[in-house]
């Protein structure tokens, strides 16, 4: 079983940043996708951002300016960069690994922003 291990959720105000990070308990095949997805409370959990091993990337429209995502292939790690942290972002973010048609996610991080 793979876990995944987050960091880097906190609270900031708005017009801030923060910077997430995820990476497997135990090494991976190499051919997998990671991302971030975000659930607020009373909402469905949704999509932030995805990166393929390969590098293309693919971002929620609500994001795209602000986001960054990135990956460290030689420590399976991902990354998000975000920057002008808005209220709305506030949730918890989920780091998902896809692989071999399977899908794992993290504990969750929570990202709280104030006005």
């Known amino acids: 079983q793979v876990q995944l291990v987050e960091s880097g959720g906190g609270s900031v105000q708005a017009g801030g940043s923060l910077r997430l990070s995820c990476a497997p308990s135990?090494?991976?095949?190499?051919?997998?996708?990671m991302g971030w997805y975000r659930q607020a409370p009373g909402k469905q959990r949704e999509l932030v951002a995805v990166?393929?091993?390969?590098?293309?990337?693919n971002y929620a429209d609500s994001v795209k300016a602000r986001f960054t995502i990135s990956r460290d292939n030689t420590k399976n790690t991902v990354y998000l960069q975000m920057s002008s942290l808005e209220p709305e972002d506030t949730a918890v973010y989920y780091c998902?690994?896809?692989?071999?048609?399977?899908?794992?996610w993290g504990q969750g991080t929570q990202v709280t922003v104030s006005s």
């Open positions: 990166i393929t091993s390969s590098g293309v990337t």
């Open positions: 135990r090494n991976i095949f190499s051919i997998n996708v």
């Open positions: 998902n690994l896809k692989v071999l048609s399977t899908n794992y």
